[in-house]
């Protein structure tokens, strides 16, 4: 299958990260599109210090910004959009942002958690394995 528009997912962990090697073999062999998406969480837990300091910037602008130093230091001969999505559900988001764009590939690293550990955190890989419309290239670390 020759993937058209790739969605790479990243959560700026160091799996996530590995997994663009991937990326950058498959759209350049298929000429494809890629999208590199970072799902943040606006209901994670901020530390009461955070609400007294001024910002600089929104979450949405330093996620933005880390995508970037991303795609420079590790798509850096792709064209490569950059999109970040607010969502208390990564999977859902991912799917739906699938959905909603295209894509007919998506990548995503797996931390290859097992157990424990796997049963109390889950797997973000796993749930868009099971949800997404679109083909999922899981990479293990």
């Not at 590995?18 to 799902?39: C, W």
């Not at 970037?68 to 607010?86: F, G, I, S, T, Y």
Request: hydrophobic share 45%.
């Amino acid at each position: 299958m020759a993937a058209k528009h790739i969605l790479a997912c990243i959560d700026f962990s160091e799996h996530s990260k590995r997994a663009l090697g991937e990326v950058v073999d498959l759209a350049k062999a298929n000429q494809s599109k890629v999208t590199l998406i970072h799902v943040s969480d606006p209901r994670a837990f901020t530390p009461p210090q955070a609400v007294l300091e001024p910002r600089s910037q929104t979450d949405e602008e330093a996620a933005t910004e880390q995508l970037a130093k991303v795609r420079d230091a590790h798509l850096p001969d792709l064209d490569v959009e950059l999109a970040v999505v607010e969502d208390h559900a990564p999977a859902r988001a991912i799917c739906d942002y699938a959905e909603n764009h295209g894509v007919d590939l998506i990548v995503v690293g797996s931390h290859g958690r097992g157990g424990m550990e796997h049963w109390l955190i889950g797997s973000v890989a796993e749930r868009v394995v099971r949800h997404a419309a679109a083909n999922v290239y899981v990479i293990r670390q």
